[in-house]
């Protein structure tokens, strides 16, 4: 709902998520969402959260709305 937009729940909840699964020793995480402009803010989040763009499925909701995948890499990192 666009009343519940751009308050920063989506941000905290994500980084909640992805702190209890990197606890939890989990190496990545998918989300998606689609292509359409009402979705824009979420794809601006996953961006800024590191989230990669992996997949486009086209026409996976309806003719001309994509289904965009996104995934982020949560294993610590070796530096050896």
Known sequence: ???????GYG???LDRIIEILKGKDAHKLYVNTSSDLFYGPA???YK???FRKVDVI???YEKGEDQIVYSRNLAKQCNS
């Open 1 to 7: 709902h666009k009343d519940l937009t751009s308050h």
């Open 48 to 50: 800024s959260r590191k």
């Open 58 to 60: 086209k026409n996976h």
């Open 11 to 13: 941000g905290r909840l």
């Open 43 to 45: 794809r601006v989040l």
